[in-house]
């Protein structure tokens, strides 16, 4: 095969009684994921029963940091101190890995939740926040999303890094993503979906909104978990982009 990318989708996204992902059929099929680290979603119970399946199944498990915005399922935009946004990133990472040790295990990657994750690309301050708390938790800890302030603010503590392709999202011509709110945000068949994903994996290319051809420096593909569909265009997107002579594994990480 002529190259590998990590195929991750978000977990752990419901709370108490309420379910918002299929964890048992899509850690049947990624190789790592994001899992919800109580602020956007998932309480103890649901982590741990998330990060179980991971474990048991062979997935890499990363963090998914977020607003604490529970009600808004962490997708609005919050203005928040620096020092505030470190100190809500620190905590969750540590709930999380507290739930990864006792199996032996630690976490393999950050990527930040929703609207946390889209200002850190357009916001210094918000991307260096995240950034020293990732450190200051782990320094070996691998920050996952796309280009922008976050990577850079990563790369200059030290951090690994990877970059992220959203196949089921609109881009905008300057790399961000669409807003969701707004008409065509969500790309939602599986197999145009797919079609995205290997042509961010392969030739390293999106198509915008706009109809404009975008390079995308690509390591993974994340799929998201809380759509209707998130398990049929998780299996088609694996399934595309084995047949496109890529492998889907997780990143060596640390």
Avoid: K
Avoid at 78 to 92: H, K, R
């Amino acid at each position: 095969m002529s190259r590998s990318i990590d195929l991750i989708a978000d977990l752990g996204e419901g709370y108490g009684a309420w379910t918002m992902t299929e964890d048992d059929a899509l850690t049947r099929i990624v190789s790592s994921a994001n899992v919800a680290c109580g602020f956007h979603a998932g309480d103890p119970s649901t982590i741990r029963e998330s990060v179980a399946l991971c474990v048991e199944r062979g997935v890499a498990v990363g963090a998914h940091p977020s607003f604490p915005d529970l009600r808004g399922f962490g997708r609005r935009p919050i203005e928040l101190p620096p020092s505030e946004i470190e100190a809500d990133v620190l905590y969750q990472l540590g709930a999380l890995e507290a739930f990864l040790r006792p199996r032996g295990h630690r976490l393999h990657h950050v990527l930040p939740h929703g609207s946390l994750g889209n200002m850190t690309v357009v916001r210094e301050d918000y991307a260096r926040a995240v950034a020293r708390a990732v450190r200051a938790f782990d320094p070996h800890l691998t920050v996952v999303y796309q280009e922008g302030w976050m990577i850079r603010a990563a790369e200059e503590e030290g951090l690994p890094v990877a970059r992220v392709g959203f196949p089921d999202r609109a881009y905008n011509d300057d790399g961000t993503l669409v807003r969701r709110a707004l008409p065509g945000a969500l790309v939602e068949d599986p197999h145009e979906v797919a079609e995205r994903a290997v042509r961010m994996a392969v030739d390293g290319t999106v198509t915008t909104a706009s109809g404009t051809t975008l390079r995308l420096a690509c390591d993974s593909i994340l799929v998201h978990g809380d759509g209707p569909s998130a398990v049929s265009t998780a299996s088609t997107v694996r399934r595309r982009l084995e047949s496109a002579g890529v492998e889907v594994a997780a990143w060596s990480g640390r």
